[in-house]
């Protein structure tokens, strides 16, 4: 793109013959060599005759207004930055635009000499910068999933023979051996639970999540997670207080996907709850969405802690009350899944007092 000793390739995408005049001559002075466009018709043709090293981008055209050029630029373009001009007042929109994938703007008030070679050296340098670290992050995501991939089968294995031989057929295990074998089998369980949140979570940051929906009676699946859960709650103690509208219609849901947002939220509670404690789990209509609700009467969580709640690998100031442990990943998986059901997950919590988690899925597919 650059040659000839020039200091980039600009297209100049404005409509003001008088002000691409004026532009024009501040880039050719600063070295670099200008391609002007009237349009953005004629925009994108100059730029599949050749790329450039940056647009300047006018967002105000007569075949573009808005934000319309730019959306269109970077999705035909993304390799190329793109510095936008706005009017005197033009701030909100100049945000907007940085919001959807402008690298710098500027006032068309404050075009100087200095400013423009700033702006384009910095919006050139900055989509180098994200261009490389996009593709390290995705060098990291592809090997932490072949990673995650390879190892659930030996961990598998390893709890399949903690199992066996917890079972008593190969012999029975005397004291000691039984609280080595039963160590083993919550570690390889733990790692195992570590490896498939490790592998959800690479799929939803592919964009690979494909929901399988069906008809899915959303009460009975509450009651069947509760009832899974209980099994573990009753080592401390927990009571389950069940309120739920078993009046509700059937929802089109992904079940596999949805069980693991209930198993989620239950098995927090449980594990953040103090033993003899209660949690409340509440199901019923709120409008056109079915509103779950789990509540614990554990630990709570920090308020300068609930930011981090639904980020992976985040931790908080809250700690398990019988030592459990967690992979810091099942909240933001859980997110991901309610908001690709186009529903909504918060979290409400006081230190001391508990915390709860709300769910709002829409009854109705849009």
């Known amino acids: 793109m650059t040659t000839g000793g020039a200091a980039g390739e600009i297209v100049l ?32 043709a100059l730029l599949d005759t050749a790329p450039a090293d940056a647009i300047l981008l006018d967002l105000e055209l007569p075949d573009a207004s808005g934000l319309t050029g730019l959306d269109d630029l970077v999705a035909s373009h993304r390799a190329i930055p793109v510095v936008v001009l706005t009017s005197e007042h033009g701030e909100e929109l100049a945000l907007r635009a940085l919001a959807r994938g402008a690298e710098d703007y500027l006032p068309k008030s404050e075009l100087t000499l200095s400013s423009l070679r700033r702006a384009i050296h910095y919006a050139i340098e900055r ?12 060098q990291k995501d592809h090997l932490m999933a072949v990673v995650a991939h390879d190892l659930r089968n030996p961990l598998g294995v390893m709890r399949g023979y903690a199992d066996f031989l917890l079972s008593g057929v190969a012999g029975e295990l005397d004291a000691e051996q039984e609280e080595i ?9 733990y790692m195992v639970s570590l490896v498939e949140d490790l592998l959800d979570l690479g799929r939803i940051q592919a964009g690979a999540m ?9 009460p009975a699946l509450v009651r069947e997670g509760i009832r899974l859960n209980a099994v573990v709650a009753q080592d401390k103690r927990i009571h389950f207080e069940i309120d739920v509208d078993d009046a509700l219609p059937p929802m089109s849901l992904d079940r596999h996907k949805i069980r693991q947002v209930l198993d989620n939220l239950l098995s927090n509670a449980v594990k953040f709850s ?3 404690s209660t949690v409340r789990v509440e199901l019923d209509q709120e409008r056109q969405t079915a509103k779950l609700t789990v509540r614990d009467e554990g630990v709570g969580i920090p308020a300068t802690d609930l930011p981090k709640v639904f980020r992976p690998f985040e931790r908080t100031g809250a700690r398990p009350t019988a030592g459990e442990r967690s992979t810091g990943l099942g909240l ?3 997110r991901n899944i309610v908001e690709a ?14 915390t709860a ?10």
Request: hydrophobic share 40%.
């Open 357 to 366: 988690f709300t769910v709002t899925l829409p009854l109705a597919v849009a």
């Open 274 to 276: 103090h033993p003899g």
């Open 127 to 138: 989509h180098r910068t994200r261009n490389e670290l996009d593709r390290l992050n995705h």
């Open 332 to 334: 933001a998986i859980v």
């Open 13 to 44: 995408v404005e409509d003001s013959a008088t002000q691409a005049a004026a532009v024009s001559i501040q880039l050719e002075e600063a070295g670099f060599r200008v391609r002007h466009a009237e349009t953005l018709k004629r925009a994108r």
């Open 181 to 189: 074998v039963t160590t083993m089998r919550k570690t390889a369980s």
């Open 210 to 218: 494909e929901l399988e929906r069906d008809e899915i009676d959303l």
């Open 341 to 354: 059901h186009a529903g909504r997950i918060w979290v409400e919590s006081e230190v001391g007092r508990g």
